[in-house]
């Protein structure tokens, strides 16, 4: 079991508004139901379904604004442990619209402010003068303009130097340059995959040698495909696993693949195996979509699709 803490890191939230609408109609006022407001950003999601799996994690994130603020606020409110960066420019907001007559949802994501040399900089001696040195550090979600896209690769040299085990979920050149550093973990999509080996498509029966082929190249330990409705796929240097996702009815996919890492690092943490881990990983991510807006997961949900995954799940599995 480790014992320092863990880490997330968050330079892209978002304070995240969702609400209802009978049917979304173009030029019409449309009349929506009451808002609700909630913290997002990868890192941060990560640290919140943590905290509800009962673990003490640390959310490192950067806030601007009055609604930099509001968001501090509603991750304090959460018990989440916080260590904010300050930036000039306001947090971001994005909008989640539930069309109530279709069940069908409408995310929209607004762009990330410009950040600053200055405030990238400092953010990178938070994490470098971090102190009690983390076990795990998890850098999730999308860089704003005015980041590198080598960042998580520093933040991944960073880690190395702390002997901290780093975990980068992003996608694009970021996920390319934290996986040329060399982490412990990573989770793609098969898009993401895709790009990382160098590939325009992967059949299924391709995805094993593909993962593989970034451990052998030493980018990282362990690969878990993350395979939307069909679950996951456990990729290690020796182990090869598919873990079907249990059957749910599903509302929001909004933040179940953070709430599916959060199960998955929440496990390592303690030194369960990789099996345990992706299991306890894909019940979280699959009891978030159960939930409307980014309300994450319900323990209880969670426990019930992990009571499936290990009573049935090997059924459905290949490995």
Not at 165 to 184: H, M
Request: with cysteine; hydrophobic share 40%; proline share 6%.
């Amino acid at each position: 079991m480790a014992t320092g803490p863990i880490v997330t890191l968050t330079i892209n939230p978002a304070l995240d508004k969702s609400s209802n609408v009978a049917r979304i109609v173009p030029d019409n006022k449309l009349r929506c139901g009451t808002p609700n407001f909630e913290a997002g950003g990868g890192g941060i999601n990560v640290a919140k379904a943590i905290h509800r799996l009962g673990g003490n994690p640390i959310a490192i994130f950067t806030i601007g604004g009055p609604t930099g603020q509001r968001l501090h606020k509603l991750v304090k409110a959460e018990g989440v442990e916080t260590m904010v960066i300050e930036t000039k420019q306001w947090t971001r907001e994005n909008l989640h619209i539930l069309e109530t007559s279709t069940g069908l949802q409408y995310r929209f994501g607004m762009p990330g402010t410009e950040m600053m040399p200055t405030e990238v900089r400092a953010i990178l001696e938070t994490m470098e003068e971090f102190d009690p040195k983390p076990s795990y550090i998890i850098a999730s979600g999308s860089l704003p303009p005015g980041v590198p896209a080598n960042f998580y690769g520093q933040i991944a040299e960073i880690a190395h130097k702390q002997g901290a085990k780093f975990i980068a979920d992003t996608s694009g050149e970021a996920l390319r340059y934290a996986a040329e550093a060399g982490v412990y973990l990573l989770k793609p999509n098969i898009t993401e995959l895709c790009e990382l080996v160098g590939v325009d498509k992967l059949e299924m029966d391709e995805v094993d040698d593909a993962a593989r082929a970034l451990i052998i190249r030493g980018q990282c330990e362990v690969v878990i495909v993350s395979l939307g409705a069909m679950g996951a796929m456990l990729v290690t240097e020796d182990q090869v696993e598919h873990i079907p996702a249990p059957p749910v009815q599903p509302t929001s996919t909004v933040g179940a693949g953070d709430s599916m890492l959060a199960g998955i690092v929440w496990m390592l943490y303690q030194g369960k195996s990789y099996r345990e881990a992706v299991r306890m990983g894909v019940a979280c991510g699959s009891a978030a979509t159960m939930n409307a807006g980014s309300e994450l997961f319900k323990m209880q949900d969670v426990s019930r699709l992990l009571d499936w995954l290990n009573r049935y799940g090997k059924r459905y599995s290949a490995s």
